[in-house]
């Protein structure tokens, strides 16, 4: 088998001037050609950190997220949403009690978008914590480090039996927390 290598030569490159190419073709054997190196083997992937358990959680629970120790409490109040200009208004809301601590060596807080509500049918709730923003961990806002919060979580009710709150970084372990609710 015979291999072809096509070489082309700039000639007169003067600015006034076209460029013009010769063409120079050129066959070798297959033992004339140098060996190439072989290329390093990528790194391996470093192994997935450990899942952080789902579902163990529960009222009572206490766990940590973030840099942050929750904990959900079982004294739930059940509250309805007062808006006439929102579709929800009327709706059943379970205001349940928590409290955070922050861990972290510096200011820090649970971010709004860092968690979501899942309801008895394992569908994604809406939520409703902008009509109870004086009390809904969603406007607690930051604490100095070692601060601890006593705050709510309003969850839209959809009916009697498990509710899950989801709490997630971008890339970082998901944890899961168990609510059982009934009014």
Same mark, same amino acid.
């Given at each position: 088998?015979?291999?072809?290598t096509l070489t082309?030569?700039?000639v !007169?490159?003067? /600015?006034?001037?076209?460029? #013009?190419?010769? !063409? =120079?073709? =050129? =066959?070798?054997? &297959?033992e004339a050609q140098a060996? &190439?190196?072989?290329?390093?083997e990528?790194?391996?992937e470093p &192994?997935a950190?450990p899942?952080?358990?789902t579902?163990?959680?529960t009222? *009572?629970?206490t766990f940590?997220?973030? /840099?942050l120790e929750?904990t959900?409490?079982d004294?739930v109040?059940?509250v309805?949403v007062?808006?006439?200009?929102?579709?929800?208004?009327?709706?059943?809301?379970?205001?349940?009690p928590?409290?955070?601590t922050?861990?972290?060596g510096?200011t820090h807080?649970l971010?709004?978008f +860092?968690f979501?509500?899942? *309801?008895?049918a *394992?569908?994604? $709730?809406? +939520?409703v914590s902008?009509?109870?923003? /004086?009390y /809904?961990?969603?406007?607690a806002?930051d604490?100095? +480090?070692?601060a601890? #919060?006593n705050?709510h979580m309003?969850i $839209?009710y959809?009916? +009697?039996g498990d509710y899950?709150?989801?709490?997630s #970084?971008?890339?970082g372990?998901t944890?899961e927390?168990?609510? &059982?609710l009934?009014r």
């Amino acid at each position: 088998m015979l291999f072809a290598t096509l070489t082309f030569t700039l000639v !007169g490159c003067e /600015d006034d001037a076209p460029a #013009q190419t010769t !063409g =120079q073709t =050129q =066959q070798t054997a &297959p033992e004339a050609q140098a060996t &190439p190196e072989p290329t390093p083997e990528p790194a391996p992937e470093p &192994p997935a950190a450990p899942e952080t358990p789902t579902g163990g959680y529960t009222f *009572g629970s206490t766990f940590v997220f973030n /840099d942050l120790e929750i904990t959900f409490f079982d004294d739930v109040e059940w509250v309805t949403v007062e808006n006439r200009f929102s579709d929800r208004d009327g709706a059943y809301v379970a205001r349940v009690p928590m409290s955070i601590t922050n861990l972290r060596g510096e200011t820090h807080g649970l971010n709004m978008f +860092s968690f979501n509500h899942f *309801g008895t049918a *394992g569908t994604r $709730l809406d +939520s409703v914590s902008s009509f109870f923003s /004086d009390y /809904d961990v969603s406007f607690a806002g930051d604490m100095r +480090s070692g601060a601890t #919060q006593n705050t709510h979580m309003h969850i $839209l009710y959809d009916g +009697s039996g498990d509710y899950y709150i989801e709490f997630s #970084q971008l890339f970082g372990p998901t944890t899961e927390v168990r609510l &059982p609710l009934s009014r």
